[in-house]
């Protein structure tokens, strides 16, 4: 059997027999000979890890050594092992119960004894008060039995609730962490160092220091800290986190990086471009750590009905003992107390809500999709109407110029001012007048004191004159002269479809630009997805009737309201909210932003804009329109867990505390089905975090152009400049 | 009193399956920068942890046993006798479970590997990962504390055994034989580190499923045939329970 050749357990080096077990850890198949060698493999060789529990879990281990041994002569003692001959040795074993209870009730009670102190002197009862004061009746009953040798001991007990509470408060922060592996990547821009070059010499700076110019080298593997352009090297980076671009892009001498991406495979000196804390990586860090510490409406809905319970179980638990001290043996009753304390204890309706909302979080975040507040996920699961903006959202907001009527004027000129006016907007026409006259080899007029008018137009000085570019309306707000003729050939164009955008200086109109705006290639399907999701789909734009109704046909939307300003947006917001309670808006993130604010969740798509100043609540990456239903997939499921979580957590309490009273319920059993409850709340969120990818859950999708697939996968293995 | 030399003497042997598997973490615990005796009371602590979780298993396993054999009106007239039949069918369960373990340690069979689930599993060897790298006095206890529940062969043979005692103090005595038995090897690596060949270790390991087997063929057969049973655990010292 130990022949030579044979094959040999990975752990142990021992023969595995002829039939091993075959398990994949860290990317390697090793053979195992038996169970508990793979796990013992797994314990010696996997990446070390920092872990925040290592210190409840020492705490545990005494315990565990102390209440063992206490359970195990308390065993002994129920089973009548020292009856008879030996009767004589029963108060020494119940002192020696004594002097091992101890320790186990300070370690192990402590901490909940602290957080009940330090939650009553700010004046509030938290659930660890429950434990507190259960715990504490059984413990003081049984030394005072002890003292006076009379009576049973419970230290059994008293150690094995706070064992299984500690147990399920381990596994608590288990899945916390858990839950904060896929967000690690996103609040490392605050945590990280960088290895900065300054001379000959390299040294380590955290990345909120680094400053723009600085040279920062970064090895394979490392995050990339700061968006910079490539000095020296060559290598591929996963861009997934930040931009949802699931395809490695290659980098050279001279391509852009951004900062958050990950540097795969050589290694990069660049130069940053700006300081540390202007990325949108941090950027991304400090809203994601903003939306955490935030509760959801649910969740605060349960920390309310929490507050108020605890006083309530307090009293149920003083009324049960009273109630039953005239039946049964004072201890007995003292049990059933404690039996009542022990299971009404809400430590899982605690857990139910944050924790399936931080796992969701994470799982938009490894697609590169943002979410800024957390109660935004529930109020998109529970959203029937989903209401879009046109440009740049459904369509590719990459419109190109593709008529210039003018009046008196070269169209040359019309373009330069327009584009000189224009370069200071983000909106999705602005960037295609710009372009055109980028084209033309025009430079732009120099423009002055420009001001922004969202959903209209934009204003500005140049060459002494006002200038000002916008749709109809705020040209004849403005009210500057137009020539009829002009008119009639901008109608004409409309009336084709396309958008018309008035270029006017000096009190006068001089042209009208026609741009014509293509819509997404996934744009239907996603409808069709949304709709297939029963959601209710409507299309407000600013645009005129023409182009959105051509664009509505286009992509399957038959709601439309068109020729919209923001509040006209807004007021149309609030028409489907009567019908639907609750709407969604997904925009583009700029011009539309006050509609975004004023939704019950507000999406922006792709937004180059900075985030600090977007006001949607859900932000996803550049060409990630095709995501949008399954973001609504894992709101959704996020809402069932919270959901779920909640009327297990509560359902259970219910029905057990009525067991608990009617003294059929154990304490040791309480508190074990209590942490079974909380490992059922976690078991049960940490479902979130194997939900499909957005390619997987969307079949039937025409091809996008940046499938969120697994991040390993090379799609395309040519090099892009960037 | 042979009985418990006997199970000590199974334990010895098989803490040559011991150096393999946990003999690791006992190289890993490693020595204490204060000294001899500080490393010697850090594999100590490391060593009672495992011997108390394996005692309390052993006082469950027990208590289990004596649950479901207390008298119940399932007592049945065999041969003019009166055998409980839930002991024996304990003892028939025991007695295959160790010689399936026994066979595992030859390499013929394969238990408990569908035993996991995911989470578990993975969360426990994280826990203990952080544990043996955590640096506290009282990690070791700790560890050995958690040690002592990884899922070993070795363990459920004696558990098995150990529930077939139908007394929670005869269950406390099994295990404990047990552990102690795996004492010396485990405390020998903790100084010398890995010491053995893998070949010797593999004799080891052959011995101890030896051992293994022959106390589970004894224990099978307190099941199939009474008489036969008690004949042989007579001989074997006699059981106290």
């Known amino acids: 059997m130990s022949a030579a050749g044979e094959n040999l357990c990975s752990h142990c080096f021992l023969a595995v027999g002829r039939r091993p077990m075959r398990v994949m850890v860290n990317g390697q198949s090793c053979a195992f000979c038996c169970y508990g060698c793979c796990i013992a493999f797994q314990v010696k060789s996997g990446k070390s890890e920092e872990w925040d529990a290592a210190w409840i879990l020492i705490r545990l281990g005494i315990g565990g050594f102390l209440s063992m041994n206490i359970m195990l002569f308390s065993i002994l003692l129920y089973t009548g092992a020292f009856s008879g001959a030996d009767a004589n040795v029963l108060p020494r074993i119940e002192l020696l119960l004594c002097i091992l209870a101890t320790p186990a009730v300070v370690i192990l009670g402590g901490p909940f004894l602290v957080e009940t102190w330090s939650n009553a002197i700010r004046g509030r009862l938290t659930s660890s008060a429950l434990i507190v004061v259960g715990v504490g009746a059984a413990y003081a009953y049984s030394v005072l039995a002890v003292v006076e040798h009379s009576g049973r001991v419970y230290f059994d007990t008293a150690t094995m609730v706070l064992m299984l509470f500690t147990v399920g408060r381990y596994l608590e922060a288990v899945g916390r962490a858990r839950a904060a592996r896929d967000l690690e990547p996103l609040l490392a821009a605050e945590s990280e160092c960088a290895t900065v070059v300054d001379g000959g010499t390299e040294r380590r700076v955290p990345i909120r220091e680094i400053d723009a110019g600085m040279r920062v080298r970064v090895r394979p593997g490392e995050r990339i800290p700061v968006d910079g352009v490539v000095l020296d090297g060559a290598s591929w980076t996963d861009e997934a986190v930040m931009t949802g671009e699931s395809r490695h892009i290659g980098k050279n001498v001279g391509s852009p990086v951004i900062a958050g991406s990950i540097n795969l495979d050589g290694p990069l000196l660049i130069r940053s471009s700006g300081p540390g804390t202007a990325t949108r990586w941090a950027q991304i860090c400090r809203s994601v750590r903003d939306a955490l510490s935030r509760r959801g409406a649910t969740q605060r809905l349960a920390d309310r009905v929490v507050a108020a319970a605890v006083p309530l179980v307090l009293a149920l638990s003083l009324l049960t003992v009273l109630y039953w001290a005239h039946r049964l043996p004072f201890d007995r009753a003292l049990l059933v107390g404690l039996a009542v304390l022990v299971v009404a204890c809400p430590c899982a309706v605690g857990l139910a809500a944050p924790l399936a909302t931080s796992i969701g979080i994470g799982r938009l975040a490894r697609c590169g999709c943002l979410v800024r507040e957390p109660g935004a996920l529930e109020a998109l699961a529970r959203t029937r109407s989903i209401a879009f903006d046109k440009t740049g959202t459904l369509t590719s907001g990459e419109a190109r110029v593709v008529n210039i009527e003018t009046e008196g004027v070269e169209a040359d000129e019309a373009l330069a001012r327009a584009a000189g006016l224009e370069r200071h907007s983000e909106h999705g026409l602005a960037r295609a007048i710009s372009l055109a006259a980028a084209a033309r080899g025009l430079e732009p007029v120099v423009t002055r004191e420009v001001r922004i008018v969202p959903g209209r137009g934009i204003l500005g000085s140049a060459e002494g004159h006002q200038v000002a570019a916008g749709n109809g309306p705020f040209i004849s707000d403005l009210g500057w002269a137009l020539e009829p003729r002009l008119i009639a050939r901008a109608r004409s164009q409309e009336a084709a479809g396309h958008s018309v955008v008035y270029i006017g200086w000096g009190g006068r109109v001089y042209a009208a630009l026609s741009l014509d705006d293509s819509t997404l290639p996934e744009a239907r399907a996603t409808i069709d997805a949304l709709r297939g999701r029963q959601l209710n789909v409507t299309l407000l734009t600013g645009d005129i009737a023409a182009v959105a109704k051509r664009i509505a046909a286009a992509i399957g939307i038959d709601d439309v309201e068109a020729g919209l300003s923001p509040e006209a947006k807004r007021a149309g917001l609030e028409r489907r909210r009567r019908f639907h309670k609750m709407v969604a808006m997904v925009g583009d993130g700029l011009n539309d932003g006050p509609v975004l604010a004023e939704a019950d969740v507000g999406i922006a798509v792709g937004s180059a804009t900075d985030l600090a100043r977007e006001t949607a609540a859900i932000v996803l990456p550049n060409n990630g329109f095709w995501m949008l239903p399954w973001v609504v997939d894992v709101a959704r499921a996020v809402r069932k867990t919270i959901l779920t979580n909640l009327i297990w957590a509560f359902g259970y309490n219910t029905i057990a505390l009525s067991l608990a009273a009617l003294g059929v319920l154990q304490p040791i059993l309480a508190a074990a089905a209590m942490a079974g409850s909380s490992v059922l709340v976690v078991v049960n969120s940490l479902r979130l975090a194997r939900l499909p990818d957005p390619s997987a859950s969307l079949t039937g999708r025409s091809a996008p152009e940046t499938p969120c697939q697994v991040a390993s996968a090379v799609l395309d293995p040519v090099i892009e400049p960037g | ?241």
């Not at chain 2, 043996?132 to 700790?142: D, F």
């Not at chain 2, 890995?194 to 022959?214: D, E, K, S, Y």
């Open chain 2, 1 to 241: 009193m042979a009985y418990y030399l006997m199970l000590f003497a199974a334990g010895f042997a098989g803490s040559f399956h011991c150096i393999g598997m946990c003999g690791g973490f006992a190289c890993a615990l490693g020595r204490d920068g204060r000294g001899r005796g500080a490393t010697l009371l850090r594999h100590l602590l490391y060593n009672t942890g495992r011997l108390t979780t394996y005692c309390f298993l052993g006082a469950l396993a027990g208590a289990f046993g004596e649950v479901l054999c207390t008298p119940q009106g399932s007592r049945v007239l065999l041969l003019g006798d009166s055998f409980d039949v839930a002991q024996r069918t304990l003892a028939i369960v025991a007695g295959l479970l160790m010689i399936c373990m026994a066979l595992q340690f030859f390499g013929h069979v394969r238990v408990f590997h569908r035993l996991s689930v995911g989470f578990a599993a993975s969360t426990f060897a994280v826990a203990l990962r952080s544990l043996l790298v955590a640096q506290g006095r009282a990690a070791p206890l700790a560890f050995g504390v958690f040690n002592g529940f990884l899922p070993c062969p070795l363990v459920y043979a004696f558990a098995a055994e150990a529930a077939s005692s139908f007394r929670p103090l005869a269950g406390v005595l099994t295990m404990a034989a047990f552990g102690l038995g795996t004492f010396p090897a485990m405390l020998l690596m903790g100084g010398v580190g890995r010491i053995l060949t893998p070949m010797w270790r593999q004799r080891g390991v052959r011995f101890a499923g030896g051992c293994i087997l022959a106390l589970g063929i004894v224990t099978l057969g307190r099941g199939i045939a009474p008489m036969a049973g008690h004949a042989a655990h007579a001989w074997a010292g006699g059981h106290p329970g």
